[in-house]
């Protein structure tokens, strides 16, 4: 089945750029999508289809996706944005949803 | 408000049933697929099944395939999971979600969480 990689964890000081990848077989030819998981809560999508922003979600938030690596960057990093980030496709070939294992960001 | 609201969570024996709801509001419940996504203590997000909005095409993972059944009624705009010969590797908080569209198998995102409801499995 399809298997999507991510780093475990991302430690970043405030105000500066974080970056998470999210690796997989050709995954630029899928839809990535990613949630935002703070302790304790549901999670929320805070990019659509690759890069696009939920309503709401501050422009800080953007992402990519090509070749074997979809990334999520997270721009002035603020306090409020330590939790665990998710990258999801839909995989047409097993007809399953596929969540990639997390990545703890941590606000220095 | 929109919003999904489970329920149905519980202590239940290895080899039990049991049966989560999930009471959605404030959006035209008909017209979009659902999902459960469920989250073990500790661990990531694991997609359990899907359902489709009107046609009832279902997806399930190979995990719970043959014990767990997605459903939904749409007159009473709730999502359903029916699990049976529960394990212990089930205990988890089970979370439904709304699909962008109707489809159930498609690179729609889920765009509305639930607040989950907790499963535990005990032996």
């Known amino acids: 089945s399809y298997v999507l990689t991510q780093p475990p964890s991302v430690s970043v000081a405030p105000g500066k750029t974080a970056r998470i990848t999210c690796g997989g077989n050709?995954?630029?030819?899928?839809?990535v999508h990613w949630y935002q998981q703070r302790p304790g809560q549901a999670p929320v999508p805070v990019i659509y289809y690759d890069s696009d922003r939920p309503s709401g979600i501050p422009e800080r938030f953007s992402g990519s996706n090509s070749g074997n690596t979809a990334t999520l960057t997270i721009s002035r990093v603020e306090a409020g944005d330590e939790a665990d980030y998710y990258c999801q496709v839909w995989d047409t070939t097993s007809d399953l949803y596929v969540f990639g294992a997390g990545t703890k960001v941590t606000v220095l | 408000e929109v919003q999904l609201l489970e329920s149905g969570g519980g202590l239940v024996q290895t080899g039990g049933s049991l049966t989560l709801s999930c009471a959605a509001s404030g959006f035209t419940f008909s017209s979009n697929a659902m999902s459960w996504v469920r989250q073990a203590p500790g661990q990531g997000l694991e997609w359990v099944s899907s359902i489709s909005a009107t046609v009832g095409a279902t997806f399930s993972a190979d995990s719970v395939k043959g014990r767990f059944t997605i459903s939904r009624d749409n007159s009473k705009n709730t999502l359903y999971l029916r699990m049976n010969n529960l394990r212990v590797e089930d205990t988890a908080v089970y979370y439904c979600a709304k699909h962008q569209g109707a489809a159930a198998g498609s690179y729609d995102a889920f765009d509305l969480w639930g607040q989950g409801t907790m499963v535990s499995v005990s032996s």
């Open positions: 050709n995954i630029g030819s899928k839809s």
